[in-house]
């Protein structure tokens, strides 16, 4: 029996398969994930790079209504109760936050809000303060997406400016980072991703960056149907680790997660999410209808 997954177990051998895939028999003794049945031998799939627990997140973008979002929550929580491997986060717009707040209470899903203010409460016409989002339990904020880029012309000082923010407020910042379709073909991938990094992270402490969640989304994989092939994501991926590792050292930049978004789909996360470097995804189309985002979960398993 293959279970991938990375509990711990005392009595056990790792095998190394290459590739930083390792295989840990446990033997003779109760396993963790297995407590209620009494397992002689248990094979666990370990990505040996992957000290990081995946996190899938579905952006619904401007979509959903209230009513719209509740049921489709309402869909999730059934489908995925049986999920501890991934942490599953859903990100309605603002007017679904607090219905959808209440429905998955006590469930083994996160809620997240697609932005934030960089400010706290006060005169600032349209904004959402963090303690607005505290009150309904929010525990993610997406920050910096390259549609609040390129519409709202947001910046990597306002993107630190809000991600520090959420810091201060106990909120998990996801922020983005991406090159368009322009910049990949003057060969300039890392430079932009490098700068979206660094800036976007500026003046938050180790701790805080260990803790951000990044996504690495290419601007031309958005919505296009075009996805990163794995071994390109896996690129960019490796090297965002090394432009953290060169700002915040290894052990920090060991324990960030970085998702990859651009057309995620059922089909292609497998792969994807096998990479070393990628461990989520942040999922536009396919996560507004209950079974590509299932299928997406379960297929990053
Ligand atoms: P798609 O999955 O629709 O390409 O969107 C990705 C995205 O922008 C998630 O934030």
Redesign the pocket.
């Known amino acids: 029996m293959f279970v991938p997954g990375a509990p711990t177990a005392s009595s056990r051998t790792r095998i190394d398969l290459g590739k930083g895939w390792m295989e840990e028999v446990s033997r003779g003794r109760l396993f963790p994930l297995y407590a209620n049945r009494a397992v002689a031998n248990v094979h666990v799939l370990l990505r040996m790079d992957k000290e990081r627990k995946l996190i899938v997140a579905g952006?619904w973008?401007s979509n959903k209504t209230n009513s719209e979002a509740v049921a489709l929550v309402t869909d999730l929580i059934r489908e995925l109760a049986a999920v501890k491997e991934v942490d599953v986060v859903v990100c309605p717009a603002f007017t679904a936050l607090s219905d959808v707040s209440k429905l998955i209470l006590g469930s083994n899903i996160r809620l997240g809000a697609q932005n934030l203010s960089d400010s706290g409460y006060g005169a600032f016409t349209g904004e959402i303060a963090p303690g607005m989002l505290r009150e309904l339990s929010v525990r993610y904020v997406?920050l910096g997406?390259?549609?609040r880029r390129q519409f709202q012309k947001e910046s990597d000082a306002l993107v630190a400016k809000k991600a520090a923010n959420a810091h201060a407020n106990n909120l998990i910042p996801i922020v983005?980072v991406g090159e368009t379709l322009a910049e990949r073909e003057a060969n300039i991938t890392e430079k932009v991703v490098e700068s979206q990094t660094r800036g976007s992270l500026a003046g938050l402490t180790a701790e805080q960056v260990e803790s951000t969640v990044l996504?690495y989304?290419p601007v031309w994989?958005?919505?296009?149907g075009k996805t990163a092939t794995s071994a390109q994501a896996q690129e960019v991926h490796a090297f965002i680790r090394k432009v953290i590792v060169s700002m915040h050292g290894e052990a920090i930049a060991r324990r960030v997660r970085i998702q990859y978004?651009?057309?995620?789909k059922g089909s292609n996360a497998r792969e994807l999410l096998q990479q070393p470097d990628i461990d989520g995804a942040?999922?536009?189309?396919?996560?507004l209808e209950s079974k590509g985002f299932v299928e997406i979960i379960k297929n990053s398993i």
């Open positions: 952006n973008k997406i997406h390259s549609e983005c996504a989304e994989a958005i919505g296009t978004g651009g057309s995620v942040l999922v536009g189309g396919a996560s």
